[in-house]
């Protein structure tokens, strides 16, 4: 269960968990060489774990803590998932959670995709495919809303409520393990499962943006990444109890807002930090970053946005937990960037059109269909990759293989960044001079590996055609 991250000017988060889901943390600096490793090497064996049918009507005690302390690593170590989409918002929220499935199912061997009217929840376990992932809180999951009289946490468009908490605040997220529960006689048992939802609808698109997780049973994020954590105990009446730690430090921000070419942006500073004439300088690099993310996305509506401005990366870590020089959260419409060159056209300007890019997309497009076109927009967007524009790019970078082989999350995260980054980058100019920025809104960005051939096709030329523009240009 470990995954290293490889060497890379643009950072992703590096548990399994998180490669899975996929979210862009942006370096502005170039030869960034950070190796780490994912946190997720306490993850219990597979073999540890009961498996989750036995569990309904005569889980052993030992079974029990074993199926209490479970964490999503562990569980997706049990064997292959069930991704279980949410079908009750509207067909965005349809697109979008398809989207974001289709990059969760290409980075988990052998999982496959149902939607919620698949499992009939009075059935009991039996009814159950194996390692449920529900996608979505009650409002958007009807598995989700099926099992709220008996879950022990509850999440909806608004608020989650878990461990007598409630979180309500924009861009609240939860990940966790929801151990089996057994059949009473008013209800219906059900499996271990694994939940990710968020405030908002679909509110899982980029759920695990600049959020390390996979390693605590139940994990709660907010705008600015990891807030707290908790496990899970058994309750005296046999339910369960989740006892959740002290929440994550969140400093007091001095706050303006202004609107930059139809962006509505609040810019954040921390207060304790006494404001300087550079402040204004900062401001306008990132309201010059939005506006040319949203002026090549053309964009009519760009959502507003809030960008929080750190003096420098340990700040940022202390504050985020991600030390990168940016990063995006799609849920609550945030970036994060710590001071850069703030000159016109500077590391500043680029890194705000290139996070701000993820947000715009996620929420003017939707969600995409694989990180080599997420990142491959963001990168065409801002011109450039570590500094060096994407034409310098074009005459230097070498292989390119098929663009197929790449949309997998596994494939893609196995290249180094320095690779795949400026390849996506490459690959939207391509396929924009092929099929213009509408056909590529609306096939190319929310295609995923199965359906890319196909997407091609609806967007006015073939996969094949894409693979010689890309591979001819210079
Ligand atoms: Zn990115």
Known sequence: ?????????????????????????????????????????????????????????????????????????????????????????????????????????????????????????????????????????????????????????SADETRIEIGGARIDAPGSRIVAIVPARAADPAHPGHPTLLLYAGLGTPG??????????????????DSFGRLRTGVWSAAPDGGLRAALGEPARRDTWRRSSRDVAGVAMTIAFPSGLEATPDDERVVDAVGRGLASSAKRLALTAPPPLTVYVYPNREAKKALTGDGGDGHAMVIG?????????????????????????HVFAAEAWGGTGSALMGEGLAVWVSGAYQGKPLSEWAKTLTPRPPIASLLPLRAFRARPEAETYPLGGLLVTAAVARVGLENVRDHLYSAGAEDWAAACVRAGTSAEQLDHDLAAMK
């Not at 710590?338 to 500043?348: E, I, T, V």
């Open 1 to 153: 269960m470990r995954s290293a991250r490889p060497a890379c000017a643009i950072r992703l988060s590096s548990s399994l968990a998180c490669l899975a889901l996929w979210g862009c943390g942006a370096d502005v600096t170039s030869g960034s060489t950070s190796a780490s490793v994912s946190a997720s090497a306490s993850a219990t064996s597979a073999a540890e774990v009961s498996s989750s049918a036995s569990t309904e009507r005569s889980a052993s005690p030992s079974q029990r803590r074993a199926d209490l302390e479970l964490t999503p690593d562990a569980f997706l170590a049990r064997g292959p998932a069930t991704l279980v989409l949410g079908t009750l918002g509207d067909d965005r929220a349809d697109r979008d959670m398809r989207a974001q499935a289709e990059v969760l199912r290409s980075a988990l061997p052998g999982a496959t995709v149902i939607d919620d009217a698949s499992i009939d929840v009075a059935g009991g376990v039996a009814a159950w495919p194996k390692n449920p992932i529900l996608f979505g809180g009650a409002h958007v999951n009807r598995v989700v809303a099926a099992l709220a009289p008996v879950l022990p946490l």
């Open 204 to 221: 899982i698109t980029e759920i695990n943006g600049g959020m390390r997780h996979g390693g605590e049973p139940i994990l709660i994020g």
């Open 333 to 357: 419409r945030t970036l994060h960037v710590r001071r850069a060159d703030a000159a016109p056209g500077g590391g500043l300007e680029r890194l705000v059109a290139h996070e701000g890019t």
